[in-house]
């Protein structure tokens, strides 16, 4: 069963407007969380990220918002650019597991001129 | 960037045969992971390691082993390649807990 799920396997979004990738979580012991992004044929490249005691990051374009209640986080990126089109990964951590990632699917990010 | 060098990039091989792939980086980072990715999967973690000689198995370790003998160096070994791990190879790196992997830029692995 999956711990990390990314129910959006891709998502188009004009750009200039904003994109929200979503994922969701089951295990409540996760408190460390992160979004990466990955170009076609590169690793993923690490984005932002967010401990369970705040509900926001942000950094530049990038927001990410945290339910813990509902165990759903959001990334935000205000305004959307060509270049922001990629795969986004969702990743989820615990102390206890020594912060080893648990990955959701991805989500495609398609931004159209 | 991080600097981790995964190699070769691409291979080819027949089932049966084993293989190794590497991963080196220039960090010093005491963390060092191997993941492989499929479609529909995110990453999944095969084997990782928290020091020299210390390696421990991750969710997908069946039919893979590890060593890392030197801090820098990260080796994935399939001893006997089979075509279900066919699949892109990811390395990655950390320094402190509960700071970002960094990721290499993955090995394409076939096997036919």
């Known amino acids: 069963d999956q711990q990390v799920k990314q129910n959006s396997p891709s998502l188009s979004v004009q750009e200039g407007r904003i994109s929200i990738l979503n994922c969701d979580y089951t295990?409540?012991?996760?408190?460390?969380f992160l979004w990466y992004k990955k170009y076609p044929a590169e690793g993923p490249t690490f984005l932002i990220s967010?401990?369970?005691i705040k509900d926001k990051n942000e950094d530049g374009r990038f927001t990410v918002f945290l339910n813990k209640s509902a165990k759903h986080l959001s990334l935000h990126i205000v305004p959307s650019q060509p270049g922001d089109s990629a795969v986004y990964f969702c990743?989820?951590?615990?102390?206890?597991?020594?912060?080893?990632?648990?990955w959701g699917a991805g989500t495609k990010l398609i931004i159209k001129p | 960037d991080a600097g981790i060098t995964q190699s070769p990039r691409h291979k080819v091989t027949e089932t049966g045969t084993p293989v190794t792939l590497r991963c080196h980086q220039t960090?010093?980072?005491?963390?060092m992971y191997w993941y492989r990715q499929d479609p529909g999967h995110g990453l999944r973690l095969i084997h990782y390691?928290?020091?020299?000689?210390?390696?421990d198995k991750g969710e997908v370790s069946d039919g893979y082993s590890v060593s890392r003998s030197k801090t820098e160096d990260f080796l994935l070994t399939l001893e006997s390649a089979t075509s279900s791990q066919t699949s892109v190879y990811f390395c990655?790196?950390?320094?402190?807990?509960?700071?970002?992997?960094?990721f290499g830029d993955g090995t394409r692995l076939s096997i036919l």
């Open positions: 990655a790196i950390r320094g402190q807990e509960n700071q970002p992997q960094h």
């Open positions: 960090e010093n980072h005491r963390y």
């Open positions: 390691s928290y020091g020299v000689k210390d390696t």
């Open positions: 295990n409540s012991m996760f408190d460390y």
């Open positions: 967010i401990s369970s």
């Open positions: 990743a989820a951590s615990s102390m206890d597991s020594n912060y080893q990632l648990i």
